[in-house]
Structure formats: C-alpha cells, structure tokens
C-alpha cells in the first residue's frame, strides 16, 4: 500500500515498492542485504527530498533523514 508524504497541495510521492526483511533478496553495493524502499513521484516536477524523514514510528518523526537530493517526476 503506498504512503503519501507531505501535506495537502505539496508534491505527491508515494512509496510504490518496499522490502522489510531483505535477508537474501537483493545485494546493495556494498554486498549487504538492506532494508529499502522505493519511492515514486507522481508530480509532473521534480521534488527535492532535503528535510524529508522516515521512520517506522511516528512518534519518532526523525529516524532517518533523505540526503538531499532531486526526485525526478515518474
């Protein structure tokens, strides 16, 4: 199910893909078998991901902090 980020009239970025438990799936670059998430932009724009957060939690909104960095729309 994606997870739209953001308040009401700012870009729409959902999470399209996710693995939780990633122990044989698929390799980083590293060789590690991480945790990930894919994200999709389903703005025309693109929408710079510097201040936004992810956390399993909400009441700890500052787990993990995007770099900042441009997501293309699509």
Do not use: K
Request: glycine share 6%; charged share 20%.
């Amino acid at each position: 199910m994606p997870v739209v980020f953001g308040a009401a009239g700012e870009p729409s970025v959902v999470i399209s893909e996710f693995m939780a438990d990633n122990a044989h799936t698929l390799a980083d670059a590293d060789g590690d078998y991480s945790d990930w998430i894919e994200l999709e932009n389903q703005s025309p724009e693109a929408v710079n991901l510097a201040g936004w957060q992810l956390t399993d939690d909400s009441r700890h909104r500052s787990t993990w902090s995007f770099p900042t960095t441009n997501l293309p729309p699509g």
